[in-house]
């Protein structure tokens, strides 16, 4: 049972507009929330996070938004660059002490087309 | 710095044969996460250790499967016999005791049965 899903496998945007992808979640227990981004041939980097705590998380071009209530959450990249075509995968956990454990989704591949 | 290293990079092998993946990760990390990456499911936690020792191993699909960490700098994934279902990317990941979940993966092992 995919606790935290990514229903969009690919989104192709412009270069210079707005890309915005989504994840959505099961688990209510779930109460930190990342982004990670993955190029070929290599392994995932960390590139921004959200706590339950709050519902927005900006960090230069990438921000992060959480709507608990629906168990969603969205990256926006703006302007969107060439470099950001990558698969971009959603990630949850439970923030308490002790669990370690990320729950990732399947991922979304982004092309920004020049 | 190295970041995280994993060996071999490609391994192709027959169904039966035992196949043992590496790992050395970032000097200093006390974490360290075995992941399986497939189409269907996405990034799977399959093990994690902290200071070498084994913390949550049930993500580990069958018995067949096995990870050690004899030490801080190095860990295998062992897989005997292999099966075609293994087929999928490894990834080996570290991290910092106060970041746990900012990961820092490895380049990954795509592995390969026949």
């Known amino acids: 049972d995919q606790q935290v899903k990514q229903n969009s496998p690919s989104l192709s945007v412009q270069e210079g507009r707005i890309s915005i992808l989504n994840c959505d979640y099961t688990?209510?227990?779930?109460?930190?929330f990342l982004w990670y981004k993955k190029y070929p041939a290599e392994g995932p980097t960390f590139l921004i996070s959200i706590s339950s705590i709050k519902d927005k998380n900006e960090d230069g071009r990438f921000t992060v938004f959480l709507n608990k209530s629906a168990k969603h959450l969205s990256l926006h990249i703006v302007p969107s660059q060439p470099g950001d075509s990558a698969v971009y995968f959603c990630?949850?956990?439970?923030?308490?002490?002790?669990?370690?454990?990320?729950?990732f989704g399947t991922g979304t591949r982004l092309t920004i087309i020049p | 710095d190295a970041g995280v290293i994993q060996s071999p990079r490609h391994e192709v092998t027959e169904m039966g044969q035992e196949v043992t993946l590496r790992c050395k990760p970032i000097?200093?990390?006390?974490?360290l996460f075995w992941y399986r990456q497939t189409m269907m499911r996405g990034l799977e936690l399959l093990i994690y250790f902290n200071n070498n020792v084994p913390i949550d191993d049930s993500g580990m699909p069958e018995d067949r499967f096995s990870a050690k960490m004899p030490n801080a700098s190095f860990s295998t994934l062992k897989i005997q016999p292999s099966e075609p279902r293994d087929s999928a990317v490894y990834f080996c990941a570290s991290s910092f005791r106060d970041r746990v979940y900012e990961q820092y993966f490895g380049p990954g092992t795509r592995l390969t049965v026949t």
């Open positions: 688990n209510s227990m779930f109460d930190y």
């Open positions: 990630a949850a956990t439970r923030g308490d002490f002790g669990n370690e454990k990320l729950t």
């Open positions: 000097s200093g990390h006390d974490y």
